[in-house]
């Protein structure tokens, strides 16, 4: 098979670049790319096209390989695409606001060009200082501020896209108003370039939170915490973000972590930010407190930024943690509706799951752990998942909520989904690439 012929761009070969490509941050493997490209110019892009309709080759869309799914993982006969050479940087219209950046710039720039314009970003998927901007927009990243932002979906003005003809197309504009029919752009967001491969994007920004309220909540009683996310919003508080540790991560944290955790109080912990205009007032506090009711009698409040930088230290690192200490550990990125969330642990309890869990209880978003998999007859472990994702969905939520299908959950996700929205996907897929030349095996 020959390769692409890239005029403006490179094309890389050495065993040493392209082993790399094999691993994201799932646990799974991927097979040796025949190249890597890195395209800086819309010619280089219709090659790769041309080349793959010619050759029976595929594209496989890679950023900063910090996906958990495998989405970006190369199979046969596959070139991988990397955008960073791709010109461009991210650029603020402050009259919008909005910003408009490459898919292969990293997110973190994204998020600071829109700060230095007192702007806000709010997408922050745990690994944002890391993870491309591209990459966050092809899974529909989420993160702790999902709780009251939504996730990466819901901050898409526009993107461009390489669709299947070659060419670079444009879907949506620039302003939040647009009623032209089914949004395409929003198609493309989370199908994991299954459709096509984001080369840009514009994002809406909003005014900078000029305060910021993070509580540390320490409870006594597990079971009671699992209400207080339902018990916030029908007060009319929503939190930026609403994170928690059961008993089980918190004790690994305390005897394992960084020092700052092995301070941390109560049998289990949540935190909480806010970042309403007077959300550090003694009022807003008191509302809180009202709010929680008795689980708020030991809250421990932060509000200078070291304090507040500490305390997110320890949570972003939690999943750092538990792979270091059980390497061979399988995790899960589940989500049930903040509504069932004592039914979801009942539910762990009455099916024997070996199971233990941190993460978004704000908006549901739990990332499971089971920490003896490496132990665990592989036909046991695999049971196991399968009764934890139709738990999940028996409770009106699902497999993922912000990690994606890719590889790791396809087999899941063609079992567990309606066979209906598995076909209409499949028959979109037939649309928009009758070839299959864009990310082939993934999702469906």
């Known amino acids: 098979m020959r390769l692409p012929r890239l005029p403006h761009g490179q094309l890389l070969q050495n065993p040493e670049a392209l082993e790399g490509l094999r691993r994201d941050e799932s646990h799974l493997v991927g097979l040796p790319p025949l190249a890597l490209a890195r395209p800086a110019h819309p010619d280089d892009l219709r090659e790769l096209v041309r080349w793959a309709e010619g050759e029976g080759g595929a594209l496989v869309p890679r950023g900063a390989g910090t996906g958990k799914a495998g989405g970006c993982l190369p199979g046969p006969g596959t070139v991988v695409v990397d955008l960073s050479a791709w010109p461009g940087q991210p650029e603020v219209d402050p009259r919008g606001p909005h910003l408009r950046a490459p898919a292969g710039c990293l997110l973190r720039e994204v998020k600071a060009a829109a700060e230095a314009a007192g702007l806000f ?19 529909n990243a989420g993160g702790p501020g999902a709780c009251k932002y939504g996730m990466t979906r819901a901050w898409v003005l526009s993107l461009e896209a390489l669709m299947a003809d070659g060419e670079v197309h444009r ?29 840009a994007a514009t994002v809406r920004l ?33 939190p930026a973000a609403f994170e928690f540790w059961d008993p089980a991560v918190l004790e690994l944290l305390r005897r394992h ?9 109560g049998e289990a912990l949540a935190l909480l930010e806010f970042d309403d205009p007077g959300c550090t007032s003694d009022p807003f506090l008191n509302r809180v407190l009202g709010a929680l009711g008795p689980a708020g009698e030991h809250l421990q409040s932060a509000t200078e930024t070291r304090q507040r930088e500490a305390l997110w230290a320890v949570r972003r690192q939690t999943s750092v943690v538990l792979k270091e200490r059980f390497p061979r550990k399988v995790s899960e990125d589940i989500v049930v509706p903040r509504t069932a969330l004592r039914a979801f642990y009942q539910g762990v309890a009455q099916r024997g799951l070996p199971l233990v869990s941190y993460g978004h209880l ?13 132990e665990t007859e592989p036909g046991v472990l695999e ?3 399968m009764d934890l994702f139709r738990l999940c969905m028996d409770l009106g939520g699902g497999l993922t909520g912000e990690h994606g ?11 567990l989904a309606d066979p209906y929205q ?10 928009l690439d009758p070839k299959g030349i864009f990310n082939p095996g993934k999702v469906i």
């Open 121 to 139: 970003y709010p997408p922050d998927p745990n690994s944002w200082d890391q993870c491309g901007f591209g990459g966050s927009l092809a899974t």
């Open 171 to 199: 879907f949506g504009i620039g302003t939040v108003k647009q009623n032209s029919g089914p949004a395409l752009a929003q198609l493309l967001v989370g199908s994991e370039g299954i459709f096509g491969l984001i080369v």
């Open 206 to 238: 909003i005014p900078e939170p000029r305060e910021r309220l993070t509580l540390l909540l320490p409870v006594a009683d597990w079971q009671g915490l699992l209400d207080l996310p339902v018990a916030l919003v029908t007060a009319g508080l929503l």
């Open 257 to 265: 972590g960084p020092e700052e955790a092995r301070r941390l109080p």
């Open 362 to 374: 704000g908006d549901g978003n739990l990332h499971v752990n089971f920490l003896a998999a490496g």
């Open 383 to 385: 049971g196991q998942v």
């Open 405 to 415: 299908i890719g590889l790791a959950k396809r087999p899941a996700f063609l079992g």
């Open 422 to 431: 598995i076909e209409t996907l499949r028959s979109l897929k037939r649309a």
